[in-house]
């Protein structure tokens, strides 16, 4: 323990610990508050479930997102007729970094491998660097969606790549927010499919 933090309380320590939790800072405390010196102010964070859902290969589809920040929680949907469903789980993701303020440390949780396995694995990185070719020289599916998402995503400090289990029946700590991601993708897919007179759905705020 550091020796400033030892002339906190019990109760003031945990308390900052509890606020360097929230932010995902690991380590001990290294000083401030009582030397004078400003505590840094932990990070802004946000949490995201995104979900995307269309039907069969290619058709009408719908994407899902429920994020949370700044002590509020905000539901967005929207769908396309013809989409897929790779294209709506990259929407959702374009979406939800969107709508988040600037400047978070944001957690995205989403069942899709496509989306996930891109981004922690650095496929973008090597896509942009071949001129956006995949490994057989073909041009990579859903360009713009991952080039709209790399600029999203660098709206923020951070964002961090969660894969969670889509359609548990066993409760878990993203079951919530993935099952109502994915209720929210659904219901936009059927409206996409039951929409006659135009080419896409506009996006709905809940």
């Given at each position: 323990?550091?020796?400033?933090?030892?002339?906190?309380?019990?109760?003031?320590?945990?308390?900052l610990?509890?606020?360097?939790?929230e932010?995902g800072?690991?380590?001990?405390w290294?000083?401030?508050?009582?030397?004078?010196?400003?505590?840094?102010?932990?990070?802004?964070?946000?949490?995201?479930?995104?979900?995307g859902?269309?039907?069969?290969?290619?058709?009408?589809?719908?994407?899902g997102?429920?994020?949370?920040?700044?002590?509020?929680?905000?539901?967005?949907?929207?769908?396309?007729?013809?989409?897929?469903?790779?294209?709506?789980?990259?929407?959702?993701?374009?979406?939800?970094?969107?709508?988040?303020d600037?400047?978070?440390?944001?957690?995205?949780y989403?069942?899709?491998?496509?989306?996930?396995?891109?981004?922690?694995?650095?496929?973008?990185?090597?896509?942009?660097?071949?001129?956006?070719?995949?490994n057989?020289?073909?041009?990579?599916?859903?360009?713009?969606?991952?080039?709209?998402?790399?600029?999203?995503?660098r709206?923020?400090r951070?964002?961090?790549?969660?894969?969670v289990?889509?359609?548990?029946?066993?409760?878990?700590?993203?079951?919530?927010?993935?099952?109502?991601?994915?209720?929210?993708?659904?219901?936009?897919?059927?409206?996409?499919?039951d929409?006659?007179?135009?080419?896409?759905?506009?996006?709905?705020?809940?």
């Amino acid at each position: 323990m550091h020796a400033l933090e030892a002339q906190l309380t019990t109760e003031e320590r945990e308390n900052l610990r509890k606020l360097r939790r929230e932010a995902g800072v690991s380590g001990e405390w290294t000083g401030g508050g009582p030397t004078g010196r400003p505590v840094p102010s932990p990070e802004p964070v946000a949490h995201a479930y995104t979900d995307g859902a269309s039907m069969g290969s290619r058709g009408p589809g719908g994407y899902g997102v429920v994020v949370t920040w700044g002590g509020r929680t905000e539901e967005v949907s929207g769908g396309e007729r013809d989409t897929t469903n790779q294209r709506m789980e990259v929407t959702a993701a374009c979406v939800a970094l969107e709508t988040i303020d600037e400047g978070h440390v944001v957690t995205v949780y989403s069942d899709s491998s496509y989306l996930v396995n891109c981004m922690r694995r650095g496929w973008h990185e090597t896509w942009r660097d071949n001129g956006w070719l995949n490994n057989l020289g073909e041009p990579v599916a859903n360009r713009d969606l991952w080039e709209r998402l790399l600029r999203a995503a660098r709206r923020h400090r951070e964002v961090r790549w969660r894969k969670v289990k889509g359609h548990q029946k066993a409760g878990g700590p993203h079951k919530a927010g993935n099952d109502r991601a994915d209720e929210l993708a659904v219901f936009a897919k059927k409206e996409a499919g039951d929409d006659r007179r135009n080419g896409s759905v506009l996006p709905r705020r809940a």
